[in-house]
């Protein structure tokens, strides 16, 4: 299955059940259906790109953070913006909801950490501190803390009540490239350009110790369900597994020709998936480190993967504006869609046809699909077909007929 954006994609994120799906991307946010990969819903409004989503912990609501300095929530079941929440100075980068699904912090350019009332829309509080761009924010478990993290290279944790920093962590060299809780929230994770990952006792701010091994930017980081374990992904096209009580490096995940760039647990904690610039999707067992299997079928360096919450798809998204999706037994890829774009197909029953994102017109809807023809771009309008012929409105007013019934 293949969803894509006319422009890059910025955010992905699941519904709680798995069903639904939100992208952001261009000046808008688009809703999916995980199963088939139809488009539900398109959310417009904002006035420029569109950089964070995020799914409200019912279900019911998405956040979106944007380039126009705005939040928005939107009603998943109308479509309609819900509030616009103003005050940010700069883009909005990062949006996340508390656990109980009250409060929304954001992450901007501006260097500030906000929290929002999510049923008035009103500006709760500015968390002031950082001196440099606001990367990534997140809620604790139980809700009672922010973290965020700054290219300032430190990493700040907020009391989510007050506002009131409670601790300011130091110790990395270089701006903080990704943050995570333990699932208990006592630790917390961090990966730097420093080359390293560090762990930080939550209560007192203390850095536990840090993890060094790797020898390139350390672009991600996640905890395993239990919280036993640490994974890395790294600049040095190298996963790392760590123990999360002793620091020591438990083994080293090699294949990916490319630097990795995301890295995740499944929901059971048996598999890891990453994502590389090397174009590939790659799973491991988290117990022997051993590949699993490699999947391919991105055209550019995958910048994203992410397990669905019952661990039966991988999502993955790459620097082509595509997503894909793969099934996690198999690592087979789910059925394969078309470009979003304007173009669409009235398929006859025996062919099935459409337009990849090159401009070839394909026969089929999976992994079988074949090329048949290119077409250059000024036919590419829109496109209808029968049995024999395919019929081509251009953007300049001209149909064309092309005879189909022997290629």
């Given amino acids: 299955m293949t969803l894509e954006h006319r422009n890059g994609v910025n955010s992905v994120a699941y519904s709680r059940d798995g069903t639904l799906m939100v992208t952001a991307s261009d000046n808008f946010v688009i809703l999916w259906d995980v199963e088939s990969g139809n488009e539900i819903k398109k959310l417009e409004g904002h006035s420029s790109y569109v950089s964070s989503v995020a799914f409200s912990p019912d279900g019911k609501t998405v956040a979106s953070g944007s380039g126009d300095r705005t939040l928005r929530l939107w009603d998943i079941q109308s479509g309609n913006e819900i509030q616009k929440l103003e005050g940010h100075s700069d883009p909005v ?68 009540q007050s506002g009131n920093e409670i601790h300011k962590l130091i110790g990395h060299d270089y701006g903080v490239n990704s943050v995570a809780f333990s699932p208990d929230g006592k ?169 990849d994102k090159q401009g070839w017109v394909i026969q089929g809807q999976s992994e079988s699909t074949k090329p048949l023809f290119w077409l250059p771009q000024e036919l590419r309008g829109r496109l209808v077909n029968t049995t024999s012929s395919l019929a081509l409105g251009t953007d300049g007013g001209r149909i064309v007929l092309i005879d189909i019934s022997r290629v």
């Fill in 93 to 160: 980068v990062s949006v996340a909801f508390s656990p109980d699904g009250t409060t929304i912090v954001s992450g901007s350019w501006d260097k500030t950490v906000r929290l929002w009332d999510i049923q008035s829309g009103n500006e709760i509080r500015k968390l002031e501190g950082h001196s440099d761009w606001v990367k990534s924010v997140a809620f604790s478990p139980d809700g009672k803390t922010v973290v965020s993290g700054s290219d300032d290279k430190t990493i700040r944790l907020w009391d989510a």
């Fill in 187 to 355: 630790t917390l994770a961090s990966g730097s350009g420093d080359l390293t990952v560090r762990l930080w006792d939550v209560q007192s701010g203390n850095e536990i110790r840090k993890l060094e091994g790797h020898y390139g930017i350390v672009s991600a980081v996640s905890f395993s369900p239990d919280g036993k374990t640490v994974v890395s992904g790294s600049w040095d096209i190298t996963i790392r597994l760590w123990d999360a009580q002793s620091g020591n490096e438990i083994r080293k995940l090699e294949g990916h020709s490319n630097d990795v760039s995301s890295v995740s647990f499944s929901p059971d904690g048996k598999t890891i998936v990453s994502g590389s610039g090397d174009k590939t999707v790659r799973l491991w067992d988290a117990q022997s480190g051993i590949e699993i299997r490699k999947l391919e079928g991105h055209s550019g360096g995958v910048i994203s993967v992410k397990f669905s919450s019952d661990g039966k798809i991988i999502e993955s998204r790459d620097w082509n504006d595509v997503t894909l999706f793969w099934k996690t037994e198999t690592g087979a890829p789910m059925e394969r869609g078309i470009e979003n774009t304007n173009n669409s197909m009235s398929p006859s029953a025996d062919r099935s046809l459409g337009l």
